[in-house]
C-alpha cells in the first residue's frame, strides 16, 4: 500500500484525514492553508472540496489509523521500534495484541511469568502483521481519565467514553451509551452499507464519464459535418455568390462547438471530481473494514458517513442535458440582392437523455420567418457510420476522406493457426490480459488474478513462471501492463506505479517507481533501454510521454498538446525504428510522432479512410495500426491495418473469432497473437504479411 504523502511525495509524518477522506502529512496540510490563505477551511488539492477548520489547526483532524498501522510496520522491518511498556527505551523484540504494546525483552521475561498476563497473546516482531496491529481488541485510553480505557460509545455525544466518564459527563440519564464492540457492530453494517452504494455510485459515475467523453468525441464529428457537408452542400449551390460567406460561416460554426464544448468538459472535470471522492471513500472504507479496530471504526464512522451522504447528495443521476438536432435552412430565393444579409442562427433544443449533443443551424436571409416551407430546405445530419465489426464481409473503416475518390478495401479473415496456454493445476482458469514478444522469440502473457507472467518459446511451449503474489522485489502486487525491450529484459508495470525488471530468463534485475506521472496508460521501451510510459491528461498538464533512463532514473517528460484523447488502452505507445514517439490520438483518429528529445515531428493520418485505432504496433518497419470495435458497450480490438509511413493503408484484416479480443501482439514472423476476453489461451493466427 502507498505510503508516500500526495503533497511532498515522501513518507507520510503524521498523517491527518480531510473530510473528503484523502490523506497528507500535517506539515503538508499546514503549508497548503497558508498557502491557500483560507479562513477557517481547506481545499483538498486532489478533488477541491473544502474541510471546514474552525480552529484553523489541521492538528485537530483526525489521524489515519491504517497509515499509522503500516507506519509502524515499516518502523517494524526497520527494527526502529523501543519498548512501550517500560521507561529503559530498550528495542523492542515482541508485541502484546490484548495490551497493545511493544515489550523488550525484559517485559517479554514479565509478561510470562506474572499471572495477570498470563493469557496475553505476545507476536515476535518479526511474525507482526498490519491485521496484528489494528488487533479487534486494541482500546483506546481516556485523555481525561489517565489509564481508563475507553470502552462505551455515547450515541448522544458520537463519542468513545470511559467508565469514569459515563459517571460524570455522559449519565445514563441523559445519555444514551453502549459497548463499543455492540456499537462498533452496528457501524460496521453502516459501513458496509456506505461500501455497497458507494462503488454502484462511483460505477455510475464511471458510466457517465465514459457517456461524457463520447458526447465531447461525437461534438467534434457533428464540427466537422457541419462545416464539411452541410455548410458545403448548401454553398455548393450558391457558389457563385458565397464563397466569401463560405470562411465566414465555418469560422461561426466553430466557434458555436467551442463554447459547447467547454461546456461539456467543465461537466466531464465535475465527474472527475466526484468520482475521484467516491473512489477515495470506498478505498478508506474498504482499508478501514479490513484493517481497522473496532475503535478506529467508530472513530472515523462519524466522518465516513458524512463524506457520502455528502457525495449521494452531489452527485448526478441520468438526467444530463445535450443539444438537439442540427440542420441547415437555407432561402434560394432573391440572393442577388440579400447576399450580405445572410446570417447563421442557433437554436438549441434540450433534451433528457445521454446522447451526443447537437445544435441547430439555421441559414436564412434576414427578414424571412425560419421554417417557411416555399422558401427554404433542411439538410439533417447523418447518422454516424458504425465502427469496424468482425462479423462484416467489408471493413466500415473504409469511409472515404473527403476530396479522395479511393474504393473500400476488402478485409482479409486472419487464419487461426492454433492456440496455447497454461495452467498449472486442473480447472485452472487463468485471467491473461496483456501478450508481447520479447527479442529472443520468446511470448509473455500477462496473468493478472495469479499476479504472475508466463513465458512461452517461440513454439508456444511453457518454459516457467515470472513473479507471483505479494510485495517483496520479484514478487508482483496488481500487475496491470508488461513492455519487452530489443536488449532482452523484460518491464512489468504495477497498478501501484512500480516497475519492475527481469531478465529473459525470469531474473530480478531491478525495480524503481514512477515519478511525475499522474495517470499512466502505456507503456514501451526504446532502443537504448529507456523506458517510456503514457501520462493522460489532466487539468494541470497536457497529455505527455514520461521518459526514464535504462536505470529507472526520471529524464524528461514529452508534453504532447496536440493529442485531443488518449484512452485507457495499452499499446497506445510504439517506437519507430528512428526511435522516434509514436503516440495514438483516440480523438482525431490519426498517429502524432515526436522525436524522442520531445519535438513534434508530424502527424500521419490513413489515407482513403478513416480508421478507429485501439492500439499500434510497429513491425518489419511498418506500422499496424489495432482497430477499435464496440460490442456490449465496451471496447474491443476489433481488427487489424497494415499501414506504411506515409499513411498508405495496405491491408486489412479481422479476426475470425465472435468473442471480444482484449489485447493483440505481433511476432517477428509477423504473426498475430490475440487475448479473447473469457479465453484463458493465447491464440496464433497466419502471418498478416503473406495472405
Known amino acids: 500500500m502507498e505510503l508516500q504523502c500526495g503533497l511532498c511525495g515522501q513518507q507520510y509524518s503524521r498523517p491527518r484525514v480531510l473530510s473528503c477522506l484523502h490523506t497528507f502529512c500535517l506539515a503538508c496540510l499546514e503549508s497548503l492553508m497558508k498557502r491557500q490563505d483560507r479562513e477557517g477551511e481547506v481545499c483538498c488539492p486532489v478533488c477541491q472540496q473544502r474541510t471546514l477548520l474552525p480552529s484553523s489547526d489541521p492538528s485537530t483532524l483526525p489521524s489515519d489509523p491504517i497509515i499509522d498501522a503500516l507506519l509502524e510496520v515499516k518502523s517494524v522491518e526497520a527494527g526502529a521500534v523501543t519498548c512501550t511498556s517500560c521507561e529503559e527505551n530498550s528495542s523492542a523484540v515482541c508485541r502484546c495484541l490484548d495490551c497493545a504494546a511493544f515489550l523488550c525483552s525484559n517485559c517479554q521475561g514479565a509478561h510470562r511469568f506474572m499471572k495477570c498476563f498470563k493469557s496475553h497473546r505476545l507476536v515476535e516482531l518479526e511474525n507482526l502483521s498490519i491485521s496484528d496491529l489494528a488487533s479487534p481488541l486494541k482500546l483506546l485510553t481516556c485523555t481525561k481519565h489517565t489509564g481508563e480505557f475507553l470502552e462505551f460509545y455515547c450515541n448522544t455525544c458520537d463519542a468513545l467514553v470511559c467508565l469514569k466518564c459515563t459517571a460524570i459527563d455522559h449519565r445514563r440519564t441523559s445519555h444514551q451509551y453502549v459497548y463499543v464492540k455492540d456499537a462498533a457492530a452496528v457501524m460496521k453494517e453502516r459501513m458496509l452499507y456506505l461500501l455497497e452504494n458507494g462503488r454502484k455510485r462511483s460505477e455510475e459515475v464511471r458510466v457517465q464519464l465514459l457517456r461524457m467523453e463520447e458526447k465531447i468525441d461525437h461534438v467534434e464529428v457533428e464540427k466537422m459535418k457541419v462545416k464539411g457537408e452541410q455548410v458545403d452542400k448548401v454553398f455548393h449551390t450558391l457558389l457563385?455568390?458565397?464563397?466569401?460567406?463560405?470562411?465566414?460561416?465555418?469560422?461561426?460554426?466553430?466557434?458555436?462547438?467551442?463554447?459547447q464544448k467547454q461546456f461539456l468538459n467543465k461537466q466531464?472535470?465535475?465527474?472527475?471530481?466526484?468520482?475521484?471522492?467516491?473512489?477515495?471513500?470506498?478505498?478508506?472504507?474498504?482499508k478501514l473494514m479490513t484493517y481497522g479496530s473496532t475503535s478506529d471504526l467508530l472513530t472515523c464512522g462519524k466522518l465516513v458517513t458524512s463524506q457520502f451522504d455528502l457525495l449521494f447528495k452531489q452527485c448526478p443521476g441520468n438526467d444530463m442535458k445535450s443539444s438537439g438536432a442540427v440542420g441547415v435552412s437555407v432561402d434560394y430565393h432573391a440572393f442577388g440582392n440579400l447576399l450580405s444579409r445572410i446570417q447563421i442562427q442557433i437554436k438549441t433544443v434540450p433534451k433528457i437523455e445521454v446522447s451526443s449533443p447537437v445544435t441547430k443551424v439555421v441559414c436564412s436571409a434576414v427578414g424571412e420567418p425560419y421554417g417557411a416551407e416555399s422558401a427554404s430546405a433542411e439538410v439533417t445530419t447523418p447518422p454516424p457510420k458504425e465502427q469496424f465489426s468482425p462479423s462484416s464481409s467489408r471493413s466500415n473503416l473504409s469511409e472515404e476522406r473527403k476530396g479522395s475518390d479511393s474504393a473500400q478495401m476488402d478485409v482479409t479473415e486472419l487464419h487461426k493457426v492454433g492456440s496455447f496456454g497454461k495452467r498449472e493445476n486442473a480447472g485452472d482458469c487463468p485471467y491473461l490480459t496483456c501478450v508481447a514478444v520479447g527479442a529472443?522469440?520468446?511470448?509473455?502473457?500477462?496473468?493478472?488474478?495469479?499476479?504472475?507472467?508466463?513465458?512461452?518459446?517461440?513454439e508456444g511451449k511453457y518454459c516457467?513462471?515470472?513473479?507471483?503474489r505479494f510485495q517483496a522485489p520479484g514478487r508482483l502486487e496488481k500487475p496491470v501492463e508488461l513492455a519487452t525491450s530489443s536488449k532482452g529484459y523484460i518491464a512489468v508495470r504495477e497498478s501501484n506505479g512500480r516497475v519492475q525488471i527481469f531478465s529473459d530468463t525470469g531474473q530480478f534485475i531491478f525495480k524503481f517507481q514512477l515519478l511525475k506521472v499522474q495517470r499512466p496508460r502505456s507503456m514501451a521501451i526504446d532502443r537504448k533501454g529507456h523506458f517510456l510510459v503514457v501520462d493522460v491528461r489532466t487539468d494541470r498538464c497536457p497529455h505527455g510521454v514520461v521518459i526514464y533512463s535504462s536505470d529507472g532514473k526520471l529524464l524528461r517528460k514529452v508534453l504532447c498538446p496536440e493529442i485531443t484523447k488518449l484512452s485507457a488502452y495499452t499499446s497506445s505507445l510504439a517506437m519507430s525504428a528512428q526511435n522516434h514517439l509514436l503516440v495514438v490520438d483516440h480523438r482525431a483518429h490519426c498517429i502524432q510522432v515526436y522525436s524522442e528529445e520531445g519535438n513534434h515531428l508530424r502527424t500521419i493520418y490513413p489515407r482513403g479512410s478513416r480508421i478507429y485505432m485501439r492500439g499500434i504496433i510497429v513491425n518489419q518497419n511498418k506500422i499496424i495500426l489495432v482497430t477499435s470495435e464496440k460490442v456490449r458497450n465496451n471496447m474491443y480490438c476489433g481488427g487489424l491495418v497494415v499501414m506504411a509511413k506515409d499513411g498508405t493503408v495496405l491491408d486489412k484484416f479481422k479476426f475470425p473469432e465472435k468473442q471480444p479480443v482484449v489485447h493483440v501482439a505481433l511476432t517477428q514472423d509477423g504473426c498475430p497473437l490475440a487475448i479473447l476476453q473469457g479465453n484463458s489461451d493465447i491464440c496464433l493466427y497466419g502471418s498478416i504479411y503473406t495472405k
Not at 268 to 286: H, I, M, Y
Not at 464 to 468: D, L, P, Q, R, S
Open 268 to 286: 466531464g472535470k465535475s465527474l472527475q471530481l466526484d468520482e475521484e471522492r467516491l473512489q477515495a471513500g470506498t478505498r478508506f472504507v474498504e
Open 464 to 468: 516457467f513462471n515470472i513473479g507471483g
Open 240 to 259: 457563385s455568390k458565397l464563397e466569401d460567406r463560405q470562411e465566414e460561416m465555418c469560422k461561426e460554426v466553430e466557434t458555436l462547438y467551442l463554447r
Open 440 to 458: 529472443n522469440g520468446n511470448i509473455y502473457a500477462l496473468d493478472m488474478y495469479k499476479s504472475v507472467v508466463q513465458v512461452f518459446d517461440k
